[in-house]
């Protein structure tokens, strides 16, 4: 049974699946089943071949938990319900276009998975110019193999990430006290300036103050000294005018009169 997806994708698997019924048999070489790791799990990569020797690369993913079969091809739609054939019977599953265009990636359903552990020959009609294909042989133990490998590389992935992540939120911690330390210092720095500031202006103001009430004192000692002056010299005048017989010279002559 086929699923109907959007107009352009179901029109795009229907063409694919056509070609597939009307491909010839191709020649089957074995699967190297070589388990290497991916970022976040493991892969192994297939070679199908055609019937001219045109060798088409795929590859098996897993993360412990997902089965995906990636490849690249031009022109790929959104999304897709391709068929891959397992000793000849049809298995569709839905494939994904990856942010990368001209790769796509099929999330292999558990019916397929299994088909993939027991069968012999695994056939891709619309891969390439030709049908392709290769033989099973080991997938049982390689398919096993890839899960496990595929969990083991998601968890040392994961553990990667949180301590990553854990790194990140220690430096992030330690830039923000830092920052937090950085800003009470400056702030105490512009506190202990301003106060700074403030203790001279008001000593700057205390010293014009004493200034101003030295001068102040100064001229009341200097205005007091000159009415004393002016109070004795009344008084001597006063006491040269009334003592009899005190001799009093004769006032100067005016400005500008000569004794001949």
């Given at each position: 049974?086929?699923?109907?997806?959007?107009?352009?994708?179901a029109?795009?698997?229907?063409?694919l699946?056509?070609?597939?019924?009307?491909?010839?048999?191709?020649?089957?070489?074995?699967?190297?089943?070589?388990?290497?790791?991916?970022?976040?799990?493991?892969?192994?990569d297939?070679?199908?071949?055609?019937?001219?020797?045109?060798?088409?690369?795929?590859?098996?993913?897993?993360?412990?938990?997902?089965?995906?079969?990636?490849?690249?091809?031009?022109?790929?739609?959104?999304?897709?319900?391709?068929?891959?054939?397992?000793?000849?019977?049809?298995?569709?599953?839905?494939?994904?276009?990856?942010?990368?265009?001209?790769?796509?990636?099929?999330?292999i359903?558990p019916?397929?998975?299994?088909?993939?552990?027991?069968?012999?020959?695994?056939?891709?009609?619309?891969?390439?110019l030709?049908?392709?294909?290769a033989?099973l042989?080991?997938?049982?133990?390689?398919?096993?193999?890839?899960?496990?490998?595929?969990?083991?590389?998601?968890?040392?992935?994961?553990?990667q990430?949180?301590?990553?992540?854990?790194?990140?939120?220690?430096?992030?911690e330690?830039?923000?006290?830092?920052?937090l330390?950085?800003?009470?210092?400056?702030?105490?720095?512009?506190?202990?300036?301003?106060?700074?500031?403030?203790?001279?202006?008001l000593?700057?103001?205390a010293?014009?103050?004493?200034a101003?009430?030295?001068?102040?004192?100064?001229?009341?000692?200097?205005?007091?000294?000159?009415?004393?002056?002016?109070?004795a010299?009344?008084?001597?005048?006063?006491?040269?005018?009334e003592?009899p017989?005190?001799?009093?010279?004769?006032?100067?002559?005016?400005?500008?009169?000569?004794r001949?």
């Amino acid at each position: 049974m086929i699923r109907i997806l959007p107009t352009a994708a179901a029109a795009t698997a229907a063409v694919l699946a056509g070609s597939a019924l009307a491909a010839p048999p191709t020649p089957l070489p074995s699967i190297a089943w070589v388990i290497s790791p991916a970022d976040g799990g493991c892969r192994t990569d297939l070679e199908l071949t055609g019937r001219s020797g045109a060798v088409s690369p795929v590859q098996l993913v897993s993360d412990g938990e997902r089965l995906t079969l990636r490849f690249a091809r031009d022109s790929l739609p959104e999304q897709a319900f391709l068929a891959l054939r397992i000793d000849q019977k049809r298995y569709s599953n839905l494939m994904t276009r990856t942010a990368d265009p001209a790769v796509g990636e099929i999330a292999i359903s558990p019916e397929t998975e299994a088909a993939l552990r027991k069968g012999s020959t695994l056939d891709i009609a619309w891969l390439g110019l030709e049908p392709v294909g290769a033989s099973l042989a080991g997938s049982e133990q390689g398919v096993t193999d890839l899960r496990v490998c595929g969990a083991q590389a998601a968890a040392r992935h994961r553990a990667q990430k949180e301590v990553q992540a854990a790194e990140q939120r220690r430096a992030a911690e330690e830039s923000h006290r830092k920052a937090l330390a950085d800003a009470e210092l400056q702030a105490a720095r512009a506190q202990a300036a301003a106060a700074e500031a403030e203790a001279r202006r008001l000593a700057d103001e205390a010293e014009e103050r004493r200034a101003l009430e030295d001068a102040r004192r100064q001229q009341a000692a200097y205005a007091a000294q000159r009415q004393a002056f002016e109070e004795a010299e009344q008084r001597r005048r006063a006491w040269e005018y009334e003592e009899p017989g005190y001799y009093r010279p004769a006032p100067p002559p005016p400005y500008g009169w000569r004794r001949y």
